[in-house]
């Protein structure tokens, strides 16, 4: 007797295996910026001594597009660079998101380039009145799916530009 015919006739315990691969297969769940605002930013657009430093606000959702399980992570941390150098450091605190739901974090960014070694590249960015930033997070957590363990880790890149004379992010883009 097939999985299907078992389940027709009301065997308790046996769930086809079509069923069971779409909803209880523990997917990887969704990491997306929603928003990003600039707050406190300072500039000197000097050829000599060109430096920034303001803070990001973010929106970091989490989706869990799984049926029945919850995916909790732990704290971890991100980091804001320009060209090859960190920036900024972020801070995402341990959570849960639900099954079939989004969990929303902000998480404030302190971006300076006082953490810069070389700042002779930056003259020409802060110069252009453009500032050339990217991101990269990964979420380190468990799906649990009816006592199901399974590691998941979602990761994040974006890139960016800050518009500094108009204090905006602009051209948002994340994979």
Not at 15 to 33: A, D, K, Q, V
Request: aromatic share 8%.
């Amino acid at each position: 007797m097939s999985c299907l015919h078992a389940f027709h006739y009301g065997h308790p315990g046996i769930i086809p295996s079509g069923i069971r691969n779409h909803f209880l297969r523990p997917r990887t769940p969704g990491l997306e910026i929603g928003s990003v605002m600039v707050r406190n930013l300072k500039y000197v657009n000097n050829s000599l001594a060109p430096s920034f430093n303001f803070t990001l606000v973010t929106q970091v959702t989490v989706e869990n597009t799984n049926f029945f399980g919850d995916f909790g992570f732990e704290n971890c941390n991100g980091s804001v660079w320009c060209g090859s150098e960190v920036v900024g450091q972020m801070k995402i605190p341990k959570g849960r998101a639900q099954a079939r739901a989004i969990e929303k974090i902000n998480v404030p960014i302190d971006v300076s380039s006082l953490r810069l070694s070389d700042t002779n590249k930056l003259s020409s960015n802060v110069s252009s009145g453009l500032l050339e930033l990217n991101s990269y997070v990964k979420l380190s957590g468990n799906v649990n799916i009816i006592n199901i363990v399974k590691r998941r880790n979602p990761e994040l890149n974006c890139f960016m530009k800050l518009n500094l004379t108009g204090k905006a992010i602009q051209g948002l883009k994340c994979y």
